[in-house]
Nanobody
Framework: QVQLVESGGGLVQAGGSLRLSCAAS????????LGWFRQAPGKEREFVGA????????YYADSVKGRFTISRDNAKNTVFLQMNSLTPEDTAVYYC??????????????????????WGQGTQVTVSS
């Protein structure tokens, strides 16, 4: 079981930056792949990016590639989302999620929402124009 708590959201002007954090409980944090998703008002939740359990591999949605960076600190059970060059289109509630390994201990990076087993409550990011 993993509990996830996001923080770091807020109001920022277009062109600005924010760094989101997601703190996890549990001793198995390093075995999970982690993802960030977002949901804007009236829209479906969408994939932002993901990071492998060791942190060596990342995968981003085209809409954020080159602007957002995911990293993790397994010693501190925390994953980060650095967001630069923000635009009003980035306004959304941002969620972190954990994807548990399968019975063979394998977990792949994926954008599929249904693949993720645990979710945080979300943190609001608002970008003003």
């Amino acid at each position: 079981q993993v509990q996830l708590v996001e923080s770091g959201g807020g109001l920022v002007q277009a062109g600005g930056s924010l760094r989101l954090s997601c703190a996890a409980s549990g001793r198995t944090f390093s075995t999970y792949a982690l993802g960030w998703f977002r949901q804007a008002p009236g829209k479906e939740r969408e994939f932002v990016g993901a990071i492998s359990r060791g942190g060596s591999s990342t995968y981003y949605a085209d809409s954020v590639k080159g602007r957002f960076t995911i990293s993790r600190d397994n010693a501190k059970n925390t994953v980060f989302l650095q967001m630069n060059s923000l635009t009003p289109e980035d306004t959304a509630v941002y969620y972190c999620a954990a994807d548990a390994p399968d019975r063979w201990g394998i977990v792949a990076l994926t954008s599929a929402i249904t693949a993720y087993d645990y979710w945080g409550q979300g943190t609001q990011v608002t970008v003003s124009s």
